[in-house]
């Protein structure tokens, strides 16, 4: 869609047709460079296309039409028509099936109120609903919190008032060039499409998740820039000063009440505890685009070897494991059945108890080399998600890679973490906060006091 917006402004905006052909032909040239410089890496890494694994583009567009949600990624939606077997032309048929269903059931006013919820939904939460997990720093043997993952929250609440600013300004920049009828710059329509492109293309066809609007943002980065360069900033900074200076003092004194209002208000989340998993292990190449599930035959076992290097750690390991009950593939139907899990430390010659559902009790896991076991108890083969088949990917990163006996290619789905109580922010990083919100305030304060002496805003002196 961004391609496609830089297209249509170089045919709007280009100034001859030589221009623009050697605009256009440089564009082409590095989507091709792009393409192919893509293939070469994954060749270098050694990913191979596995056609089991594919799929469709429909299963997407399907999760976008789903009532039920606001079109953001759905569990049930996204491993629908997933099981092992199936091609990818298979798949996509039964999608597009799906698809039609679901059209048929909206009306015009529906789906345009659902696509509606699918804008609100990925533009108008400001990037609060992100669902990126166990950001870590460091090597497989000595992972470190990462400063995301510390200050994620905070940085993600100080960003809304950026955020909303930055929408604001974009709007009345382009409403006044709307209703003035004036030309824009290039770099601001190609700004405008972009936005436009991406989200026509994420509300009216795709699934949507609020961190796909982050691709807009770098767009209306470039309207705000313009909008500051012609917006008559001074002039109001100038009449709002004018205003605030003859009772500044007052201003400031109700400005300080808000501020210690707010102070008040939220100092609960220095003080209320939430559970917080410093991870150890963890295995990130969970089977998120296709579906990847491993067979097991009657009464094998896989065995996986890994180390812990703290102690006081839970595990938790990924235990779905499910046979096919029909051998036609257009009736595919799972039916769970157990899969046996086993947990010993080698080091410590204990044997750890692992429940049904694949974890650990707290703080049972300690300093030490593991055996983890896998047995399918059956007379049938099943299939688990809990094991990923990476092919011959280079994950030499992950400390689970070869980690199963005998089976290079295989890695388990699993995290071993030691639980931990704490607040979302410390009262040093609160009380840091709010101090500097005062200091600004006092330098506003300040400033507007001397306003002619500091803030000798006119034209012919800026």
């Not at 001859?16 to 032909?25: A, G, M, P």
């Not at 199963?404 to 071993?416: A, F, Q, R, W």
């Amino acid at each position: 869609m961004i391609i496609i917006a830089l297209l249509i402004t170089i045919v709007l905006m280009g100034q001859t047709l030589r221009q623009k052909f050697v605009q256009i032909s440089i564009l082409i040239a590095t989507v091709i460079v792009v393409y192919f410089g893509s293939s070469i890496t994954q060749t270098a890494q050694r990913y191979e296309r596995n056609n089991q694994v594919v799929t469709p583009a429909t299963r997407y567009i399907n999760m976008g039409l789903n009532p039920n949600t606001s079109g953001q990624i759905d569990g049930n939606d996204a491993w629908l028509y997933e099981q092992p077997g199936r091609t990818p032309k298979e798949k996509n048929r039964l999608y597009l099936s799906s698809i039609k269903r679901r059209l048929l059931n909206y009306s015009v006013g529906s789906l345009s109120e659902h696509f509606l919820k699918k804008a609100t939904y990925m533009y108008g939460t400001g990037l609060t609903i992100q669902d990126f997990f166990y950001w870590y720093a460091g090597n497989k043997n000595n992972l470190e919190e990462s400063i995301l993952d510390r200050f994620g929250g905070t940085l993600v609440n100080g960003f809304q008032f950026l955020y909303i600013l930055l929408s604001v300004m974009t709007f009345v920049f382009l409403w006044r060039h709307l209703k003035n009828k004036r030309s824009i710059p290039p770099v601001v329509l190609f700004s405008v499409l972009g936005v436009l492109g991406v989200c026509a293309f994420q509300v009216g066809l795709w699934e949507v998740r609020d961190r796909y609007s982050l691709l807009a943002v770098p767009f209306t980065v470039f309207i705000f820039s313009y909008a500051l360069a012609e917006l008559d900033i001074v002039g109001w900074i100038n009449r709002f000063g004018s205003v605030l200076k003859q009772d500044v003092i007052r201003y400031f004194i109700i400005s300080t009440g808000l501020l210690v209002f707010s102070y008040l208000s939220n100092y609960s989340l220095t003080t209320q505890l939430v559970e917080k998993n410093n991870v150890s292990i963890h295995q990130p190449y969970v089977a998120y685009a296709g579906q990847s599930d491993v067979k097991i035959k009657a009464h094998d076992k896989l065995k996986i070897t890994f180390d812990v290097e703290t102690t006081g750690n839970a595990g938790i390991f990924y235990n779905s494991a499910y046979s096919i009950s029909s051998e036609s593939k257009s009736q595919q139907v799972k039916k769970y059945l157990p899969l046996q899990i086993s947990l010993m430390n080698t080091t410590l010659h204990k044997s750890i108890e692992v429940d049904s559902n694949g974890n650990t009790k707290a703080n049972t896991m300690q300093k030490g080399k593991y055996v983890l076991t896998l047995t399918n108890p059956t007379n049938q083969a099943i299939y688990t998600q809990g094991i990923v088949d990476i092919g011959k990917a280079d994950f030499s990163f992950n400390s689970l890679y070869r980690s199963i006996s005998g089976h290079p290619e295989l890695m388990p789905v699993m995290t071993v973490a030691r639980s931990s109580q704490n607040t979302l922010v410390s009262k040093k990083q609160y009380n840091a906060i709010f101090t500097l919100l005062f200091v600004i305030l006092c330098i506003i304060t300040y400033m507007f006091r001397k306003k002619d002496k500091i803030l000798p805003l006119n034209k012919s002196k800026v």
